[in-house]
């Protein structure tokens, strides 16, 4: 049998769909992505075990000295496979094995309970994965002559890089937002569960700039595509990602068993607490001080047990509306910051400049305390899930007070209006380009004044720093439109001049009026005839 090629983003989607597609009639669209995400964990944990018995084999070959049962034996000791960041999958959980009963299985008799079988056993070799995989395959509704199909048609996919790490693609979280668009997107915006868009947590993670030795929190960490991205940029620039603490949480209990598989797929260890848990009522890391917390969580939500919670110390700036979380959403991650601790929370626009319950005082207060460092208005379509506008808040522990995030700019806050920026990545999606990201975390990093960064000037229509005494002008409103300005444009000698365009769409409107009541007689006249 040939190998099988290495396909596409583009590719692996289109199979996938299909491979989703397959079930239709059989399971609702809820459960389509949890019936394929656990498969493709299994698939893709198969093939970096794989990929690192290939290369230890070498290593040991190359040693000598080995008999073939010596050699076989330590091949399948669990300690070679978890010491270099990669779970041990047993023989007969191992995805190969997996296809071998799809293809021999006379209408796929007894593979769902092979596949349960798989994951327990995988969950028993690894304790890290305890109660997070799914065992869902041996007694839903899909038959399992459909079952093996599915498996012999994910079979072909191959992934880019299998061996996992931080290097290698956001496999599940990615797979996880395609089903999301494809599927209802209502389900996403319901309880926020939709994965990150990764260009605005590549922008909130290169802003940060997390590094090695250093504890990140994401209180909503959802599939944990946060974390993914702090061990790549780590790793980029020279630090040791393994020596990074990762602390999270997730209410959703399917998603939370998906930043487990995420995580495992690049071999990241995170404390994800026990089980899913709500952060607002069952805070999972009372006592944690982190110096990094970075979160996208649900925008705008209604339901987040407020009523409850009124006297909660987490509110130093002011008790949140019960209606809306998006202030408790801020207040509780700034409650998570070592001295000197700075924060990045993807909000909705409304967050800037909302005065309803008393979020107006909380924005003042956060402000007068010099707790908001930036704050950064996206473009709009980041995100598939959801149409309502983005914006960032960049809170900064210690602000002119002796914080090495924020040199000297007490007193003030940094706006960028990053709204004009993007390309369109299809018909409904946009993205911040690579060149983008480092253009706004360039700004950034000057006005923090970190080494090397340059020196910061405001830049008419994107950028622009102010004191406090200017933005309580503004009644404490963020909207960063208010405070940048206009571009400057250089003169259009071939312009037209005020006067004559004046002129000319006054014109231009008489006639449109006079064309307008034409039609209306026109149409009159028809309705006279026919009544």
């Not at 980041?382 to 914006?391: E, V």
Request: proline share 5%.
């Amino acid at each position: 049998m040939p190998p099988r090629k290495k396909r596409s983003p583009e590719e692996m989607k289109d199979i996938l769909w299909r491979a989703a597609d397959k079930l239709r009639g059989s399971l609702d669209a809820a459960a389509y992505k949890h019936f394929v995400l656990g498969l493709v964990f299994l698939k893709y944990v198969s093939a970096a075990m794989a990929e690192r018995r290939r290369q230890l084999e070498a290593e040991l070959r190359a040693e000598g000295g080995w008999e073939e049962a010596g050699l076989l034996a330590t091949l399948e000791e669990r300690r070679e496979y978890t010491g270099s960041g990669v779970y041990y999958v047993p023989p007969a959980a191992r995805w190969e094995s997996v296809v071998d009963l799809a293809r021999g299985t006379g209408g796929g008799a007894g593979i769902g309970e092979a596949i349960d079988s798989a994951m327990r056993a995988i969950e028993g070799y690894n304790p890290a994965l305890l109660g997070t995989l799914p065992k869902i395959y041996g007694d839903s509704s899909v038959d399992g002559r459909r079952l093996a199909d599915l498996v012999e048609l994910l079979d072909r996919v191959v992934f880019q890089e299998q061996s996992g790490g931080p290097g290698a693609p956001d496999v599940v979280g990615e797979v996880y937002e395609f089903f999301l668009a494809r599927f209802a997107a209502s389900e996403g915006r319901r309880g926020g569960e939709f994965f990150t868009p990764a260009s605005v947590v590549r922008l909130l993670v290169e802003v940060l700039g997390p590094r090695e030795g250093e504890r990140v929190y994401d209180p909503a960490c959802g599939s944990g595509g946060m974390f993914v991205q702090t061990a790549h940029s780590v790793r980029t620039h020279g630090g040791d990602w393994l020596n990074v603490a990762f602390y999270g949480q997730e209410r959703n209990a399917t998603t939370w068993r998906l930043a487990h598989m995420n995580l495992a797929v690049h071999g990241i260890e995170a404390g994800l607490g026990t089980e899913p848990a709500d952060v607002f009522r069952d805070d999972r890391h009372p006592d944690l001080k982190a110096q990094v917390a970075l979160t996208a969580p649900p925008f705008n939500l209604s339901d987040w047990g407020g009523d409850f919670l009124a006297m909660d110390r987490r509110w130093v700036y002011g008790t949140p509306p019960v209606n809306n979380a998006n202030y408790a959403w801020l207040q509780h991650t700034a409650s998570k910051l070592a001295p000197g601790g700075r924060a990045g929370v993807v909000l909705a626009n409304g967050s800037m400049s909302s005065r309803q319950s008393g979020e107006g005082d909380i924005r003042r207060a956060m402000l007068e305390a010099d707790l908001v460092a930036c704050v950064i208005a996206l473009p709009g379509q980041l995100f598939r899930t959801t149409a309502i506008p983005a914006c960032v808040w960049l809170l900064a522990d210690g602000k002119g007070r002796g914080s090495v995030w924020a040199r000297e700019r007490g007193g003030e806050v940094l706006f960028v209006d990053a709204r004009e920026l993007g390309f369109m990545a299809d018909r409904t999606l946009r993205e911040l380009s690579d060149e983008e990201i480092v253009r706004i975390n360039d700004r950034v990093r000057a006005w923090r004044g970190e080494p090397g960064a340059g020196t910061y000037e405001d830049e008419p229509g994107f950028c622009a720093s102010v004191p406090l005494s200017a933005i309580a002008e503004q009644d404490f409103v963020l909207t960063p439109g208010r405070y940048v300005g206009t571009a400057e444009t250089a003169a259009d000698p071939d312009a037209e001049p005020p006067d004559a365009r004046v002129a000319r769409l006054t014109a231009l409107l008489r006639e449109q009026f006079a064309e307008s009541e034409r039609l209306a007689k026109a149409v009159d006249a028809q309705l006279r005839r026919v009544s």
